[in-house]
């Protein structure tokens, strides 16, 4: 990363509604490829979630110059996207040091279980599994970051 990220709060604008989903389709497309297949992305949904969360006084919502975003409120976090291009450049940890000061500690956040590169993202910084299972549609796991956690192992 070359240090001139910017990273913004954003509000609940069209603007920023347009550039979540953009990066959104971006992501979630190569990232999840493996497990949706060919299955058609789901903007209706997406755009109703993304449009509740900006409108939610609770919630923080990161955008890092259209590649990347992240939410969180406190106790959880809600997602962290970035487009492809942008992977291992470093905006995905500027994005988490943002929404980590917002859900604080403890805090919980969901990801799915095929998700390897996500999971290994998550794990890196000292979150864990809990256990709990969403399997409401593709299976996803709730991992937990605890209080006496800093991003390190402690065994």
Do not use: K
């Not at 389709?25 to 993304?50: K, L, M, Q």
């Not at 955008?63 to 970035?82: C, I, K, M, S, T």
């Amino acid at each position: 990363m070359d240090g001139d990220l910017r990273v913004r709060n954003c509000g609940p604008g069209a603007e920023e509604l347009d550039a979540i989903v953009a990066i959104n389709r971006a992501a979630a497309t190569a990232a999840y490829a493996g497990i949706f297949g060919d299955a058609p992305y789901p903007e209706d949904g997406v755009r109703r979630r993304y449009t509740r969360l900006l409108a939610d006084p609770e919630v923080a919502v990161f955008l890092a110059d259209g590649v990347g975003y992240a939410a969180a409120r406190p106790g959880h976090v809600e997602a962290l996207y970035v487009v492809p291009d942008a992977w291992g450049t470093g905006v995905a940890g500027e994005l988490y040091a943002h929404v980590a000061a917002v859900a604080g500690r403890p805090a919980t956040l969901w990801v799915l279980e095929a998700n390897e590169r996500g999971r290994r993202f998550w794990e890196r910084r000292g979150w864990r599994p809990t256990g709990e299972r969403d399997e409401s549609g593709a299976v996803e796991l709730q991992y937990a970051i605890a209080d006496d956690s800093h991003g390190a192992s402690s065994s």
